[in-house]
Protein backbone atom coordinates (compact mmCIF):
# COMPACT_ATOMS: atom_id res chain seq x y z
CA UNK A 1 0.00 0.00 0.00
CA UNK A 2 2.96 2.14 0.82
CA UNK A 3 4.34 1.60 -2.46
CA UNK A 4 1.25 2.77 -4.75
CA UNK A 5 0.83 5.78 -2.41
CA UNK A 6 4.74 6.81 -3.10
CA UNK A 7 3.94 5.99 -6.88
CA UNK A 8 0.90 8.49 -6.67
CA UNK A 9 2.95 10.73 -5.04
CA UNK A 10 5.91 10.56 -7.71
CA UNK A 11 3.44 11.16 -10.73
CA UNK A 12 3.46 8.53 -13.30
CA UNK A 13 6.12 10.86 -15.27
CA UNK A 14 8.98 10.09 -12.65
CA UNK A 15 8.25 6.63 -12.42
CA UNK A 16 8.50 5.74 -16.20
CA UNK A 17 11.28 8.60 -17.46
CA UNK A 18 12.32 6.33 -20.18
CA UNK A 19 8.57 5.49 -21.21
CA UNK A 20 9.28 7.58 -24.61
CA UNK A 21 12.63 6.36 -25.39
CA UNK A 22 11.47 2.65 -25.16
CA UNK A 23 8.41 3.30 -26.63
CA UNK A 24 10.26 4.87 -29.81
CA UNK A 25 12.85 1.67 -29.85
CA UNK A 26 9.72 -1.12 -29.94
CA UNK A 27 7.75 1.06 -32.44
CA UNK A 28 10.89 1.36 -34.68
CA UNK A 29 11.59 -2.75 -34.36
CA UNK A 30 7.96 -3.54 -35.18
CA UNK A 31 8.18 -1.47 -38.11
CA UNK A 32 11.73 -2.91 -39.06
CA UNK A 33 9.44 -6.25 -38.70
CA UNK A 34 7.23 -5.30 -40.97
CA UNK A 35 9.76 -4.67 -43.48
CA UNK A 36 11.33 -7.88 -43.01
CA UNK A 37 7.63 -9.73 -43.84
CA UNK A 38 7.95 -7.09 -47.13
CA UNK A 39 11.30 -8.24 -48.36
CA UNK A 40 10.84 -11.54 -47.25
CA UNK A 41 7.60 -11.84 -49.89
CA UNK A 42 9.69 -9.97 -52.46
CA UNK A 43 11.90 -12.97 -52.36
CA UNK A 44 9.83 -15.53 -52.42
CA UNK A 45 7.81 -14.22 -55.10
CA UNK A 46 11.28 -13.75 -57.27
CA UNK A 47 11.87 -17.26 -56.37
CA UNK A 48 8.95 -18.49 -57.60
CA UNK A 49 8.93 -16.72 -60.64
CA UNK A 50 12.52 -17.53 -61.49
CA UNK A 51 11.71 -20.97 -60.57
CA UNK A 52 8.82 -20.87 -63.22
CA UNK A 53 11.19 -19.54 -65.95
CA UNK A 54 13.68 -22.45 -65.39
CA UNK A 55 11.07 -24.68 -65.79
CA UNK A 56 9.76 -23.03 -68.77
CA UNK A 57 13.20 -23.25 -70.38
CA UNK A 58 14.23 -26.81 -68.98
CA UNK A 59 10.70 -27.83 -70.87
CA UNK A 60 11.58 -26.10 -74.21
CA UNK A 61 14.72 -27.54 -73.53
CA UNK A 62 13.32 -31.23 -73.74
CA UNK A 63 11.62 -30.35 -76.78
CA UNK A 64 14.65 -28.98 -79.05
CA UNK A 65 17.15 -32.09 -77.49
CA UNK A 66 14.88 -34.57 -79.58
CA UNK A 67 17.18 -37.00 -82.03
CA UNK A 68 16.62 -37.69 -85.76
CA UNK A 69 13.95 -40.73 -84.53
CA UNK A 70 11.63 -38.49 -82.11
CA UNK A 71 13.08 -39.68 -78.81
CA UNK A 72 14.89 -37.44 -76.45
CA UNK A 73 18.33 -38.76 -75.35
CA UNK A 74 18.53 -40.65 -72.48
CA UNK A 75 20.09 -38.36 -70.02
CA UNK A 76 17.33 -35.68 -70.75
CA UNK A 77 14.23 -37.62 -69.10
CA UNK A 78 15.38 -38.30 -66.04
CA UNK A 79 16.95 -34.84 -65.36
CA UNK A 80 13.29 -32.86 -66.75
CA UNK A 81 11.77 -35.08 -64.05
CA UNK A 82 13.98 -33.83 -61.51
CA UNK A 83 13.77 -30.03 -62.81
CA UNK A 84 10.05 -30.49 -62.76
CA UNK A 85 9.84 -31.90 -59.29
CA UNK A 86 11.98 -29.47 -57.91
CA UNK A 87 9.76 -27.10 -59.31
CA UNK A 88 6.80 -27.97 -57.71
CA UNK A 89 8.59 -28.72 -54.32
CA UNK A 90 9.25 -24.69 -54.67
CA UNK A 91 5.83 -24.12 -55.41
CA UNK A 92 5.32 -25.56 -52.42
CA UNK A 93 7.81 -23.64 -50.43
CA UNK A 94 6.24 -20.76 -51.61
CA UNK A 95 3.07 -21.60 -50.62
CA UNK A 96 4.03 -21.75 -47.33
CA UNK A 97 6.19 -18.58 -47.40
CA UNK A 98 2.80 -17.05 -48.56
CA UNK A 99 0.35 -18.19 -46.48
CA UNK A 100 -1.48 -16.06 -44.30
CA UNK A 101 -0.24 -15.50 -41.07
CA UNK A 102 -2.01 -14.28 -38.47
CA UNK A 103 0.49 -11.45 -37.43
CA UNK A 104 0.16 -9.85 -33.78
CA UNK A 105 -0.44 -6.22 -33.32
CA UNK A 106 -0.13 -4.58 -30.20
CA UNK A 107 -3.34 -3.03 -29.58
CA UNK A 108 -6.12 -3.42 -32.02
CA UNK A 109 -7.41 0.45 -32.73
CA UNK A 110 -10.72 0.53 -31.86
CA UNK A 111 -9.89 -0.98 -27.96
CA UNK A 112 -7.16 1.16 -27.76
CA UNK A 113 -9.45 4.03 -28.23
CA UNK A 114 -12.31 2.37 -26.11
CA UNK A 115 -9.67 1.56 -23.26
CA UNK A 116 -7.33 4.06 -23.35
CA UNK A 117 -8.53 7.10 -23.87
CA UNK A 118 -9.38 8.30 -20.46
CA UNK A 119 -6.09 6.99 -19.13
CA UNK A 120 -3.17 8.74 -17.98
CA UNK A 121 -0.96 8.68 -20.69
CA UNK A 122 1.74 7.40 -19.18
CA UNK A 123 0.03 4.40 -17.92
CA UNK A 124 -1.34 4.21 -21.15
CA UNK A 125 1.72 4.10 -23.16
CA UNK A 126 3.47 1.58 -20.68
CA UNK A 127 0.30 -0.48 -21.63
CA UNK A 128 0.83 -0.15 -24.65
CA UNK A 129 4.44 -0.80 -24.24
CA UNK A 130 3.53 -4.05 -22.70
CA UNK A 131 1.76 -4.77 -25.28
CA UNK A 132 4.06 -4.24 -28.24
CA UNK A 133 6.62 -6.36 -26.56
CA UNK A 134 4.32 -9.36 -26.40
CA UNK A 135 3.67 -9.11 -29.78
CA UNK A 136 6.88 -8.82 -31.33
CA UNK A 137 8.37 -11.82 -29.83
CA UNK A 138 5.42 -13.93 -31.19
CA UNK A 139 5.98 -12.26 -34.68
CA UNK A 140 9.63 -13.29 -34.32
CA UNK A 141 8.81 -17.13 -34.98
CA UNK A 142 6.37 -16.49 -37.29
CA UNK A 143 8.96 -14.38 -39.10
CA UNK A 144 11.80 -17.30 -38.71
CA UNK A 145 9.28 -19.58 -40.11
CA UNK A 146 8.48 -17.42 -43.57
CA UNK A 147 12.51 -16.86 -43.26
CA UNK A 148 13.23 -20.57 -43.74
CA UNK A 149 10.72 -21.34 -46.31
CA UNK A 150 11.91 -18.30 -48.33
CA UNK A 151 15.51 -19.64 -47.76
CA UNK A 152 14.52 -23.08 -48.71
CA UNK A 153 13.29 -21.63 -52.33
CA UNK A 154 16.52 -19.97 -52.97
CA UNK A 155 18.49 -23.35 -52.19
CA UNK A 156 15.65 -25.40 -54.29
CA UNK A 157 15.70 -22.74 -57.20
CA UNK A 158 19.65 -23.49 -57.63
CA UNK A 159 19.45 -26.41 -58.00
CA UNK A 160 16.77 -26.56 -60.28
CA UNK A 161 19.09 -24.11 -61.97
CA UNK A 162 22.28 -26.24 -61.62
CA UNK A 163 19.47 -29.29 -63.50
CA UNK A 164 18.56 -26.85 -66.31
CA UNK A 165 22.03 -26.25 -66.94
CA UNK A 166 23.50 -29.97 -66.92
CA UNK A 167 20.85 -30.78 -69.74
CA UNK A 168 22.37 -27.87 -71.86
CA UNK A 169 25.86 -28.82 -71.25
CA UNK A 170 24.66 -32.62 -71.41
CA UNK A 171 23.25 -31.74 -75.05
CA UNK A 172 25.77 -29.19 -76.07
CA UNK A 173 28.85 -32.39 -75.13
CA UNK A 174 30.33 -30.23 -72.17
CA UNK A 175 30.01 -32.80 -70.22
Same mark, same amino acid.
Given at each position: *???????? *? *?? #? #??? %???? /? $??????????????A?I??????????????? $??????S???????S????????? !????? !? =???? %???? !??????????R?Y???????????? %???????? *??????D????? %???????????????????????I /????V?????? /?? =? $??
Open positions: *MRQICREK *M *MG #S #SEK %YRSL /Q $LVFDEIKGRIAAQDQTALDGKATAGFGSAT $LLAAVGLQQLTSRGNGRSEPFV !VPLSV !V =GFTL %YLVI !VFATFMAYRPDNRAVEPKKLRDE %YLSEDEDV *MRKNLVAMVIA %YEKNVGLIKDKANWTNAIVCLLL /QAVVVTIYAR /QY =G $LL
